[in-house]
């Protein structure tokens, strides 16, 4: 069975562009500054697949479902992106005061179904499911990773037009600004599932660096009825922040069919968090984020 | 001393008002003996007891770089004042910004009868003073007191590192 799957992902990485081997890798974005001054600026990010935060040794992060906003909620291109063996980077031209959101959404969608006594399976962006997976396909199972992966920075003054929510998968909304972080203050974010407040949801932070450290040092936070949480910083750094809902039942038989694609293009990329290559478990919806919190 | 004779002065000539208090400042910018020296940005503010931010006094950074967009580059340096006030203006401001300034002893008057202190409303604040420099390190000193004051006050608090001596004095 191991075997198999590692031959279907092999043919599903023309699609799904990660391997199947990505369990319990973290994904991560990390731009230059966060925090600038001057109001004509750029930051260069780099996006990577790996254990250890902040390095690349593992695998790049794809950019094909990379989609930058600017304050005044418009999109902003990407410049000079590149994807290497173990990142990709780019760069960001910060054209105007406000907060810039730089995000990778995907909507992942993972099938089994039974094609004459042989089960099949298939991963792949849900834009691409419709197309590619036998709609009347026998015994047909499909379950959907809504995940979400961001930073942002600021020129200027911080900005909230950003964080306008899509009410899809888990989604941030700032008490504090993601870009108004130092240690020792208290800071407070709501995280929303499908728009409402996502409750008793375990939100995991860890500092960059870690490879000069022994432990993990993960601080966990949960997220109250009105899906706030609060954490505060000792120490200033880059910090990686995930989310990931369990799996919601009834990612059965695919009755209904999948749902209509959200954002995220065709290249797909993998869930978020972990989620090896396996059986469709439910629906889930992951947010991830980097931040920086600069010293008092 | 050598400010303290025409404060009471200009005080006198300009300003016949109930209280004339003025904050006479001086901050030392230490020689530091590197192969790449800069001249640091400083900021000078006035903090209510919460420290949250009342008014700007002065803002020394690059201004005269080709290019304009460039001194403004390093302000987030001043990470404290960027944070406070900094990032919620438009450089240059009037009355405020001013060019950096060599190693040395540097008195600023600010005069209770203009801005900001003209609108100071009474109560316990604090000075404060950061200063950031290029392939340098970062300071922030802290002086309290009251405003208006009741007696004249005098503090001077050494710095360690980016600041030399900082004094203060208030004056009914």
């Known amino acids: 069975m191991t075997i198999r799957v590692s031959r279907l992902a092999a043919a599903i990485a023309l699609f799904a562009s990660l391997p199947a081997t990505m369990h319990a890798h973290r994904q991560w974005m990390l731009p230059s500054s966060t925090v600038l001054s001057n109001t004509d600026a750029w930051v260069t990010v780099d996006a990577a697949v790996s254990n250890g935060l902040f390095y690349f040794d593992h695998v790049p992060m794809r950019l094909t479902s990379l989609r930058i906003t600017g304050p005044d909620g418009l999109e902003r291109k990407p410049q000079n992106a590149a994807t290497g063996k173990y990142r990709s980077t780019f760069d960001v031209h910060l054209n105007g005061a406000g907060t810039y959101k730089i995000a990778i959404v995907q909507s992942t969608v993972f099938a089994t179904w039974d094609d004459a006594g042989q089960q099949k399976s298939w991963r792949g962006s849900a834009s691409d499911f419709a197309a590619q997976v036998p709609p009347a396909a026998a015994g047909l199972k499909t379950s959907k990773m809504n995940s979400r992966l961001e930073t942002f920075v600021t020129a200027g003054k911080p900005s909230n037009k950003v964080f306008e929510t899509t009410g899809v998968g888990l989604e941030l909304v700032p008490v504090t600004h993601p870009n108004d972080l130092v240690t020792g203050e208290a800071a407070t974010f709501q995280l929303l599932l499908d728009g409402k407040p996502a409750a008793g949801l375990e939100v995991t932070l860890i500092a960059g660096a870690s490879r000069y450290r022994d432990k993990e040092d993960e601080m966990k936070a949960k997220t109250g009825e009105d899906g706030k949480f609060s954490v505060t910083f000792k120490d200033p750094g880059m910090y990686w922040m995930n989310a990931t809902t369990a799996p919601a039942r009834g990612g059965g038989p695919a009755a209904g069919g999948p749902k209509p694609a959200i954002a995220g293009g065709p290249g797909a990329g993998g869930p978020g968090a972990g989620g090896p290559m396996r059986m469709p478990v439910g629906d889930r919806s992951s947010y991830t984020a980097t931040f920086e919190v600069l010293p008092q | ?172």
């Open chain 2, 1 to 172: 001393m050598r400010i303290r004779v025409p404060a009471a002065v200009t005080g006198l000539l300009t300003t016949p008002m109930m209280f004339a208090a003025d904050l006479e400042v001086s901050v030392e910018i230490p020689r530091i003996n590197v192969a790449e020296y800069h001249r640091p940005y400083i900021a000078m503010w006035i903090e209510k007891q919460d420290q949250s931010f009342a008014a700007n006094l002065a803002v020394w950074y690059d201004l005269q770089t080709a290019k304009a967009e460039k001194g403004t580059t390093w302000l987030k340096d001043l990470r404290m004042w960027w944070r406070k006030s900094g990032r919620e203006l438009t450089m240059p401001v009037d009355g405020v910004s001013g060019a950096t300034r060599p190693p040395g002893v540097h008195p600023v008057m600010f005069r209770g009868s203009k801005a900001p202190l003209a609108s100071l409303a009474p109560g316990a604040y604090h000075f404060v003073v950061e200063a950031s420099r290029e392939v340098g390190g970062r300071e922030v000193v802290r002086i309290p007191f009251q405003w208006p004051a009741k007696s004249a006050q005098q503090v001077k608090v050494q710095g360690q590192s980016e600041l030399g001596q900082v004094q203060m004095t208030v004056k009914p």
